[in-house]
């Protein structure tokens, strides 16, 4: 009973996903996003010029160090969680805890 | 000002992708896959939405999707590490197996 | 000199989300040394002072918000302007949540000292524990959306690793992958409501999306926006379609964990959802949808739970339903609803902790979940079991428990605001809720027979705080004045303070 549920499950599965692609690229098409629309006039703008191309990198890197470091530093201390979420699922369970 | 609506168009085509590949597959690597298919469809929606001024780009959303892709990352890594750790208990990949916890 | 003053105007941050990172970052080093110089005790002395140090910085935080004139904090790094950069924003409910998670992780702390002794890997424990409590902290002092996601990943990294601690065990290890499963797939439905909002507005700090989203014309893709960041807040606090991980995790973890993850973290999933909804919408956007959601999670959590013989699971389906109730404050939209949903986090966070923690005692002494085979483990362990009771009856709701006092409130301003449909829904499943918890009861204290003979009174430390919470409880039924007092203002600053809040970070 559960091989036959997990064969028409799956297919269930494709179905309803295919339905709602549908239905959302629809709703995509039809119904246009607003686009900052609701930006406030208050908003500092610090727009990087597209044009030369290879630029952008280093100009939104140094938007990055002088704008967010507070969330780089959370980021490094999130990096450091994951060091120690992996130590302690791998390492092996003996007394030297 | 650049076309909205295919970038609009991809990234729910991407995330449809996504949560499909975590329904249908049945192997645990697969859906780790799967989730990072869903972060990277949010990044590049991030990432369409800061082109909407001709010929400038706003740096704000490209360092959330800097940032973004680090913790999506750490997740991922946190996931194949408990991955190992079911292989070792369970002997297989496969998600169905992972029934014993019920009710 | 120069040196002090530099740090006190480059390094600013909120000073419990300091001490709880910088205690987190010196423990591995300590634990390597107590590993070295088999110095025993070294990390649980380091962890209880920096959980002492964090109620106290909680304390010391709510005296720098009050010298404030309009009672907000705005933390930002190096001088960098909040609209575009990212800040912390302090405000009485983000003084409020932090005491009770720092509160909440002193106790589980000081019990994990005595239940966690004979387990390997230690040292990443204790330095999960308090990264995941500097997560939590780092959510509720939160003044931006982005800041709110980073430290989100935090605690719920820490969190995964936490469930499945015990890996030589399948039960752990099945029960934390299909929480990080479920868990990532949210914070990626949360990440893209993020890219909508940003697209819409063009920021995330929170001030500023307020300003730009109150009473514009609702398009569909506010729809859509609404349900990515409930599925995003909803899987993390346990809302009912998006549950299922919760009574598979809890139950597995080690009862510290429980304990922490019922207590706080899935109240800070729901504290996320209740700041983001009142900064963003008006009111009567969401009331409908947060009403059903209510409607749908009470009963399907109270009938579950009467199901259930594994006695942490019963305590763990208990969980969602009480985010129900908490659910039926914040749909009300009004400062007293929202009073009665955090004076219910409080609460709930004090009676669910004690609970798994008095559970966790039992079961660390007769080695069992199994509710009929602890028939009788209330006599041979009466301090245990009598916590247990007090924990029960508050979460039932029986007056002379603080839970009685948030329940009441909670019902009464459902009735206020209009709904009291809904506070009929709820009283009938907090009545109903009873009958599984007095089946509990009932258990304990019948006679000892075969398995519950062989059980002694749990190790001193972990029934010393079982008592301190027990006696807690009912002194907060008897007075609850501080606290309400407290959570009023807390309401008030969410629901009425948003003019102060908005004008803190905008000129």
């Not at chain 3, 009142?278 to 949808?289: D, T």
Request: aromatic fraction near 12%; charge should be neutral; hydrophobic fraction near 55%.
């Amino acid at each position: 009973m559960s091989d036959n549920l997990s064969r028409y499950g799956s297919y269930a599965a494709f179905l309803v996903l295919v339905v709602m692609l549908l239905l959302f690229s629809w709703f995509t098409t039809e119904v246009s996003f607003p686009a900052f629309e609701f930006a406030s006039d208050l908003l500092p703008r610090h727009l990087v010029p597209a044009e030369p191309f290879d630029e952008i990198a280093e100009r939104v890197s140094r938007f990055l160090w002088e704008n967010r470091a507070q969330d780089l530093t959370g980021q490094a201390f999130v990096i450091v969680t994951a060091i120690l979420c992996c130590m302690a699922l791998l390492k092996p369970e003996e007394a030297g805890g | 000002m650049e076309p909205l609506m295919p970038f609009l168009v991809s990234v729910v085509l991407l995330f449809i992708i996504g949560l499909a590949c975590l329904m249908v597959k049945r192997d645990m690597v697969r859906l780790l896959i799967g989730i990072e298919i869903l972060f990277n469809a949010a990044n590049l929606n991030f990432v369409a939405l800061s082109m909407q001024k001709s010929g400038f780009v706003d740096p704000f959303a490209h360092s959330v999707v800097m940032m973004a892709i680090v913790l999506d990352g750490c997740v991922i890594a946190v996931g194949l590490a408990m991955a190992v750790n079911v292989y070792k208990h369970y002997k297989t990949l496969d998600i169905r197996k992972l029934r014993r916890l019920k009710w | 000199m120069v040196a002090q003053e530099l740090l006190s105007h480059t390094v600013q941050l909120p000073l419990p989300l300091m001490v709880l990172l910088v205690g987190s970052l010196a423990l591995p080093l300590l634990g390597l040394l107590a590993e070295r110089v088999k110095l025993g005790g070294l990390r649980e002395a380091w962890m209880f002072i920096v959980t002492t140090a964090t109620v106290g910085s909680v304390y010391l935080l709510y005296q720098q918000l009050k010298a404030e004139p309009d009672g907000i904090l705005v933390f930002s790094l190096w001088g960098q302007r909040p609209p575009v950069g990212g800040c912390f924003e302090v405000d009485a409910l983000g003084v409020y949540m932090s005491g009770t998670i720092a509160f909440l992780g002193l106790l589980a702390g000081i019990y994990s000292f005595k239940y966690m002794e004979k387990e390997s890997r230690l040292t990443e424990f204790y330095t999960l524990v308090l990264l995941m409590m500097s997560g939590m902290t780092g959510i509720v002092l939160a003044g931006d959306f982005f800041t709110l996601f980073i430290f989100w990943e935090m605690m719920s990294l820490s969190s995964y690793v936490l469930v499945a601690f015990l890996k030589s065990r399948w039960g752990p290890i099945e029960a934390g992958f299909k929480y990080l499963i479920m868990s990532a797939t949210a914070g990626a439905f949360l990440l893209l409501g993020m890219s909508f909002l940003y697209g819409m507005t063009g920021t995330l700090n929170f001030a500023q999306l307020s300003v730009s989203l109150h009473g514009v014309t609702q398009t569909p893709w506010i729809f859509v926006l609404f349900s990515c960041l409930v599925v995003g807040f909803g899987v993390k606090s346990a809302i009912v379609p998006l549950h299922t991980w919760l009574p598979d995790a809890h139950p597995e973890a080690p009862s510290p964990i429980s304990a922490l993850l019922s207590g706080i973290v899935i109240e800070t999933g729901l504290y996320g959802l209740t700041r983001v909804f009142y900064l963003l919408f008006e009111p009567g956007y969401f009331q409908v949808s947060i009403a059903a959601l209510a409607v749908l999670t009470m009963p399907l959590a109270n009938i579950m739970a009467l199901l259930q013989q594994d006695i942490k699971r019963l305590l763990a389906y208990s969980s969602i339903a009480q985010i129900g109730y908490m659910l039926v404050g914040v749909s009300t939209g009004t400062a007293y609803g929202i009073m009665g949903t955090f004076l219910h986090v409080f609460n709930h966070s004090l009676m669910k902790g004690l609970a798994f923690l008095s559970a966790g005692s039992i079961v660390h002494e007769a080695e069992t979940r199994d509710i009929p085979s602890l028939r009788g483990v209330g006599r041979m362990m009466p301090f245990t079991s009598f916590t247990l009771f007090v924990a029960l009856l508050g979460l039932g709701g029986v007056p002379g428990t603080n839970g009685f006092v948030s329940k009441f409130i909670l019902f009464n301003s459902a009735i206020g605001a209009g709904m009291p449909w809904l506070a009929v829904i709820g009283l009938l499943n907090s009545a109903f809720s009873m009958a599984y918890y007095l089946r509990v009861m009932k258990t304990m204290i019948s006679k000892p027979e075969g398995e519950a003979m062989k059980v002694t009174e749990a190790p001193t430390l972990m029934v010393g705080v079982t008592i301190v919470m027990a006696t807690l409880i009912v002194l907060l039924g008897l007075y609850p004045t501080p606290v309400l007092g407290f959570a009023m203002k807390a309401s008030k600053a969410l629901v009425e303070g948003m003019r102060e809040y908005i004008g803190a970070v905008l000129p």
